[in-house]
């Protein structure tokens, strides 16, 4: 696969988006939802394909800026870990410095699906001239309505496994937070580990847990993971577990998921493989809209978008 490509026309703009990998079905689709928008308008689109390395999306977003003289230009970012450390003021903070070298060149930021409002905030500031944007999914949201989802399936009492992604993304950080808050007064005991967002860490990790001397006994009511991937492979660790461990009981553990994407998560519910989702709007689509309207008609540019998620199967 090409780490990056360039569609649409050639015009005096220019969109650059950086994902992470292409191979997962959630970029591959955030990246054919903008191109499309683009291409409805006759922006090209350039993508490129971070291959899940940090350093490769910092060095081709300094070389989309270099290699693009005399175009309007803005990035479209879906960024790694990016959360600050405690103590670390916003002005030291890797990506903070990465987004104010490209606005410095005069290219725009907008980071896709998850950042930081105050990063925005104080960019917009110092450059206010340039289009300076977060569009994210509520992932607030996201966690309250998987709360609502464990409400329904356990009683008080129950113990629940939540699978994060990586905890120094806000993604992360924001979904766990819906989900404390929408459990809170319900009496359900909630212990987390970390998948970092890969079916085999979050395998290994649920497998670890059960299988640890001071819980292999002890009852498991349900499972949620901050993704589809991490849930299906919270599956698979139940069963595997429920075989070797003789405990019949983890088979019938139902395992809530999220992102939702037709051919994954929702699939994965019809299928009976996840017993619910939440289905989330990729941010691709709604970025590319707002550009477009701010470039062609100045527009004002809202600073923070959040899209909304839905539960699947709806709930009443």
């Known amino acids: 696969m090409l780490t990056s490509r360039v569609v649409g026309s050639s015009s005096e703009s220019k969109i650059g988006l950086f994902v992470f990998n292409q ?18 308008h006759g922006v090209a689109v350039e993508v490129h394909d971070a291959g899940d390395t940090a350093a490769k999306q910092a060095q081709d977003l300094v070389r989309f800026a270099a290699e693009n003289p005399g175009k309007r ?19 030291d903070d890797a990506s903070y410095r990465l987004a104010r070298r490209l606005l410095q060149k005069g290219v725009g930021w907008i980071m896709l699906n998850h950042g930081r409002a105050e990063l925005v905030t104080a960019l917009r500031a110092e450059f206010p001239s340039l289009p300076l944007a977060l569009v994210a999914i509520d992932n607030h949201e996201f966690g309250r309505i998987q709360a609502r989802f464990l409400r329904g399936l356990v009683k008080p009492g129950a113990k629940v496994l939540c699978v994060r992604g990586n905890p120094f993304d ?10 404390k808050e929408g459990l809170r007064g319900a009496g359900i005991d909630l212990e987390e580990v970390d998948g970092r967002w890969e079916a085999p860490i979050a395998e290994s990790e649920v497998r670890r847990w059960i299988a640890s001397p001071l819980r292999h006994q002890t009852p498991l009511h349900a499972v949620v993971a901050q993704d589809d991937v991490m849930a299906l492979a919270a599956r698979r660790a139940l069963d595997r577990a429920a075989q070797e461990l003789g405990r019949a009981d983890l088979k019938g553990i139902p395992v809530i998921g999220g992102d939702g ?17 939440v289905s989330v709007t990729l941010p691709g689509r709604t970025a590319v809209e707002l550009l477009w309207r701010h470039w062609k008609d100045s527009a004002p540019l809202p600073a923070v978008t959040r899209l909304a998620p839905t539960p699947y199967p709806a709930t009443r």
């Open 170 to 179: 806000t993604g992360c950080q924001e979904r766990s937070a819906g989900l």
């Open 73 to 91: 230009l803005c990035a479209l970012v879906v960024p790694f870990a990016d959360a600050i450390a405690e103590g670390i003021a916003i002005q």
């Open 261 to 277: 994407l037709p051919g994954m998560g929702r699939r994965w519910v019809d299928e009976g493989a996840l017993t619910a989702t």
């Open 23 to 40: 191979a997962d079905e959630y970029h591959r689709r955030l990246a054919e939802e903008a191109c499309d928008a683009a291409g409805q």
